[in-house]
C-alpha cells in the first residue's frame, strides 16, 4: 500500500491506498478485474452519465420544434437559479407525456430511446477516463457566479481560488471561468442547505 493526500471538504488527510494494479485485485479476488470494472464506473459516472443526463433534461425543456418543450422549474432567480433536479424534472416529463399521448410509462420511455441513445453516442459523451472533473453541464450557474469567477480572474487569484474550491468541495476545479463560476454555484448550494439544515435543527423541526 501507499499513502495518498485525500481533499476531504475543509481537510486533507492521509488514507492507504493500493500501489498498483496487482494490488488493487488482490484486495477483491472475487471479481475478475476489478480495477478495471471500478476505473470504467468512476469514468461513466464523471464523465458520460451526466452529459447523457444533461443532454436528456435539454431536450425535454427545449423550446425548439425539435425539443418536448416540458419548462423545467426554477425555484430560485435568474441571477441565482435553483433548477428543479434532473431526475426529478424527467420523471415529471414523462407523467405529463403519458397525460397528454394516453401511453404508459413503458410506452413513453419506449419512444425515446433512440433520442437518448443519439445523445449517448454524441462526441461530447465520449469515454474519456483523462478527465478529472465532470463534463455535464452540472447544476444552473446564475449571472453572480460568474460575475464572481470573472472578477476572480481579473484580479489574479484563479488558481488560489480554484484551490480553496477544490478543497471545500473534494474536487478538482479549474481555472477557467466556466469552471470557477460552477465550483461557486455549488459551494454556495451546499453553503444554503448547511444553513437550512441548522435552522431545522435549532426549531427542532
Known amino acids: 500500500m501507499t499513502s495518498k493526500v485525500l481533499p476531504v471538504l475543509y481537510w486533507t488527510p492521509t488514507i492507504s491506498v493500493p500501489e498498483n494494479e496487482t494490488e488493487y485485485n488482490s484486495l477483491a479476488p472475487k471479481r475478475a478485474n476489478a480495477q478495471n470494472e471500478d476505473a470504467v464506473a468512476s469514468t461513466c459516472y464523471r464523465s458520460v452519465s451526466p452529459v447523457i443526463r444533461d443532454g436528456i433534461a435539454t431536450y425535454f425543456d427545449a423550446d ?3 425539443g418536448l418543450g416540458i419548462k423545467r422549474k426554477n425555484f430560485g432567480t435568474e441571477d441565482e437559479p435553483q433548477l428543479e433536479k434532473e431526475g426529478v424534472f424527467v ?24 433520442k437518448v441513445q443519439e445523445i449517448a453516442d454524441s462526441p461530447d459523451a465520449k469515454f474519456d477516463p483523462s478527465l478529472r472533473e465532470g463534463t455535464g453541464a452540472g447544476p444552473a450557474i446564475g449571472k453572480n457566479d460568474l460575475k464572481l469567477a470573472a472578477a ?33 454555484a455549488d459551494n454556495r448550494r451546499a453553503l444554503a442547505a448547511k444553513a437550512a439544515a441548522e435552522q431545522k435543527a435549532a426549531l427542532g423541526l
Open 64 to 66: 425548439a420544434p425539435a
Open 152 to 184: 476572480v480572474i481579473a484580479d489574479g487569484r484563479a488558481t488560489e481560488i480554484a484551490g480553496k474550491l477544490s478543497a471545500i468541495l473534494g474536487v478538482t476545479v479549474a481555472t477557467d471561468e466556466k469552471s470557477l463560476a460552477r465550483a461557486i
Open 91 to 114: 420523471k415529471r416529463a414523462v407523467a405529463e407525456l403519458m397525460a397528454s399521448r394516453g401511453e404508459t410509462e413503458a410506452q413513453v420511455v419506449a419512444s425515446l430511446a433512440a
